[in-house]
């Protein structure tokens, strides 16, 4: 377990992740200029959060469409 620290709005919070996720997700937030060391204003990780939203919600359309041609191929077999 690895400890990621971050400051929201002068608030100080400590998170424990697993070693791959904490690297993941530091190096994420240091690429979307989310500061480790410093105070980040709320707006800032709102507009990350509905990107990381975004990003799954997108994810899951293309399963979806490939369960779909998944299970029309597999019908269209019978």
Not at 53 to 68: F, G, M, P, S, W
Request: hydrophobic share 35%; no cysteine.
């Amino acid at each position: 377990m690895k400890k990621v620290v971050f400051t929201i709005a002068s608030r100080r919070f400590e998170v424990d992740l697993d070693n791959d996720f904490a690297d993941f997700l530091s190096k994420n937030l240091q690429e979307n200029q989310v500061s480790l060391d410093e105070d980040n204003e709320i707006s800032q990780l709102l507009q990350l959060y509905l990107k990381a939203v975004h990003k799954e919600y997108r994810a899951e359309e293309q399963i979806r469409t490939i369960i779909n041609k998944i299970e029309e191929s597999n019908w269209q077999k019978t």
